[in-house]
């Protein structure tokens, strides 16, 4: 297993952008999936975006065309760019893991948009 640590969070006013890292501390090269998830006060916790091993990468409906996931292999760092960021973008950003039969979460970074 990983360790996986967020960062890159904080407050911005609606319309503005903000770049979410996630670092693993080993490699995160042969790792089924990497995701990043949300959970606003409330609510349930939804997955935002992924990306598989192989590079293949998805995005929420609801943020599509906003939200980017990308890696950078050699620095075990999964990112999500967030741009034109709206206040119901508002919640604790998880990063996440999954390489059956183990899983991992990071400790959440918290994202606040002002409107």
């Known amino acids: 297993q990983v360790q996986l640590v967020e960062s890159g969070g904080g407050l911005v006013r609606a319309g503005g952008s903000l770049r979410l890292s996630c670092a693993a501390s080993g490699s995160i090269f042969s790792i089924n999936v990497m995701g990043w998830y949300r959970q606003a006060p409330g609510k349930q916790r939804e997955r935002v975006a992924a990306?598989?091993?192989?590079?293949?990468?998805n995005c929420a409906d609801s943020v599509k065309g906003r939200f980017t996931i990308s890696r950078d292999i050699a620095k075990n760092t999964v990112y999500l760019q967030m741009n034109s960021l709206k206040p119901e973008d508002t919640a604790v950003y998880y990063c996440?893991?999954?390489?059956?039969?183990?899983?991992?979460w990071g400790q959440g970074t918290q994202v606040t948009v002002s409107s």
């Open positions: 990306i598989t091993a192989g590079g293949i990468t």
């Open positions: 996440n893991a999954n390489n059956w039969p183990w899983e991992t």
